[in-house]
Nanobody, 120 residues
Framework: QVQLVESGGGLVQAGGSLRLSCAASGRAFGSSYMGWFRQAPGKEREWVATISSGGISYYADTAKGRFTISRDNAKNMAYLQLNSLKPEDTAIYYC??????????????WGQGTQVTVSS
């Protein structure tokens, strides 16, 4: 059974940092793209970042310069470093793996999410 489990969320003040982790199990994701998404209350889920199997990263405009996606294929892990957090970054953050086709935004596997709350 394939599972993606996020961790590292929490409550942080504006300007602070968090590091989210995504632990994959049930299959190796080393040759797969991995992505991070978020969903704020009352809003649709939005794409945050994607990293290719070779480590090339892609970011939404809202994430550029503040967030960093990375991966450790040996550990079957993906990460999202969140810096300079703003209250509008408050959301549930989801990890996703194994993209569909050539899309950066559609994936076959999803985690349950981890809550990030940024206070002003």
């Amino acid at each position: 059974q394939v599972q993606l489990v996020e961790s590292g969320g929490g409550l942080v003040q504006a300007g602070g940092s968090l590091r989210l982790s995504c632990a994959a199990s049930g299959r190796a994701f080393g040759s797969s793209y991995m992505g991070w998404f978020r969903q704020a209350p009352g809003k649709e889920r939005e794409w945050v970042a994607t990293i290719s199997s070779g480590g090339i990263s892609y970011y939404a405009d809202t994430a550029k310069g503040r967030f960093t996606i990375s991966r450790d294929n040996a550990k079957n892990m993906a990460y999202l470093q969140l810096n300079s957090l703003k209250p509008e970054d408050t959301a549930i953050y989801y990890c996703a793996g194994d993209r569909k086709g050539l899309s950066l935004y559609e994936y076959n596997y999803w985690g349950q999410g981890t809550q990030v709350t940024v206070s002003s």
